[in-house]
């Protein structure tokens, strides 16, 4: 089976443009099909900030009104995702800058209101992934550079996590092809000291997560991360790694998730 290798970069690494310049340098010279999903979130909130809007976050996710839709938008699906994709073209890589609506590439739902209404945030189902269309990208050659908006199929675009996009291409695709699952941001890893870059937690399972958690060493927008990782191994996904974005050609770096 082919492999393919779907990154996610986000943290410091989007909002710096020297750290992100160099990190598509390295990816653009991946071997074999890949896929790029991004965030950019630190970028929104001061936008958002200086047009005297407030970033409003629960458990590492954002709540989306619809003043924060736009602002989310113009950032992820414009700036920073167009940004990206001519770096990486810079590079010889020939990527093509997409949200979920573009080729109805992903579709998902409007989150359900429960304890916490998440406004406009998009939620994946079962078939939010046109693996068909994105399949057919990456055989004519093209690295779809995915950015966190998606929309309902109703003329609705939503905002939706990063890292669980990543999560579902990778379940979405894994029968077509051996699918590596790299989450890379500013930090060697998941650490057990965050001002520690040497306290890296080499392998996580689900037990270990758990206690983790329980300890508060894993907390915030790193809880979405694992959430995802642990999804996607559940679901037929072999490898995910959480690493830094220098590392990502450092088969020994790094957080594996299993």
Same mark, same amino acid.
């Given at each position: 089976?082919?492999?393919?290798?779907?990154?996610?970069?986000?943290?410091?690494?989007?909002? $710096?443009?020297?750290?992100?310049?160099?990190?598509?340098?390295?990816?653009?010279?991946?071997?074999?099909?890949?896929?790029?999903?991004?965030?950019?979130?630190?970028?929104?909130?001061?936008?958002?900030?200086?047009?005297?809007?407030?970033?409003?976050?629960?458990?590492?996710?954002?709540?989306?009104?619809?003043?924060?839709?736009?602002? !989310?938008?113009? !950032?992820?699906?414009?700036?920073? $995702?167009?940004?990206?994709?001519?770096?990486?073209?810079?590079?010889?890589?020939?990527?093509?800058?997409?949200?979920?609506?573009?080729?109805?590439?992903?579709?998902?739902?409007?989150?359900?209101? #429960?304890?916490? @209404?998440?406004?406009?945030?998009?939620?994946?189902?079962?078939?939010?992934?046109? $693996? #068909?269309?994105?399949?057919?990208?990456?055989?004519?050659?093209?690295?779809?550079?995915?950015?966190?908006?998606?929309?309902?199929?109703?003329?609705?675009?939503?905002?939706?996590?990063?890292?669980?996009?990543?999560?579902?291409?990778?379940?979405?695709?894994?029968?077509?092809? @051996?699918?590596?699952?790299?989450?890379?941001?500013? #930090?060697?890893?998941?650490?057990? @000291?965050?001002?520690?870059?040497?306290? !890296?937690?080499?392998?996580?399972?689900?037990?270990?997560?758990?206690?983790?958690?329980?300890?508060?060493?894993?907390?915030?927008?790193?809880?979405?991360?694992?959430? $995802?990782?642990?999804?996607?191994?559940? #679901?037929? !996904?072999?490898?995910?790694?959480?690493?830094?974005?220098?590392?990502?050609?450092?088969?020994?770096?790094?957080?594996?998730?299993?």
């Amino acid at each position: 089976m082919e492999k393919l290798n779907i990154v996610k970069i986000g943290g410091n690494i989007v909002e $710096n443009e020297t750290a992100l310049s160099a990190f598509t340098n390295v990816f653009a010279n991946l071997k074999g099909k890949k896929i790029l999903v991004h965030g950019g979130g630190k970028i929104a909130s001061k936008l958002a900030s200086d047009l005297g809007i407030e970033a409003k976050m629960v458990n590492g996710r954002r709540i989306t009104d619809l003043e924060t839709l736009k602002i !989310v938008t113009m !950032v992820y699906a414009g700036l920073t $995702n167009k940004s990206i994709v001519a770096l990486l073209q810079a590079n010889h890589c020939d990527a093509i800058g997409l949200s979920g609506a573009d080729g109805n590439t992903i579709r998902t739902i409007k989150r359900p209101v #429960k304890e916490i @209404d998440y406004g406009f945030a998009g939620d994946m189902t079962p078939t939010s992934i046109h $693996n #068909k269309r994105i399949q057919s990208l990456l055989e004519l050659g093209l690295c779809p550079v995915f950015s966190a908006i998606t929309h309902n199929g109703e003329g609705q675009l939503l905002n939706t996590n990063a890292d669980t996009i990543a999560s579902a291409l990778a379940v979405g695709l894994a029968s077509n092809y @051996d699918i590596s699952l790299i989450y890379c941001f500013e #930090k060697r890893g998941v650490l057990k @000291d965050i001002e520690d870059e040497g306290s !890296v937690i080499t392998q996580i399972n689900r037990t270990h997560y758990s206690m983790l958690k329980e300890q508060g060493i894993i907390a915030d927008g790193m809880i979405p991360k694992l959430d $995802n990782a642990f999804d996607a191994i559940s #679901k037929g !996904v072999k490898k995910v790694i959480i690493k830094h974005a220098n590392d990502l050609t450092d088969e020994q770096a790094g957080t594996t998730i299993f």
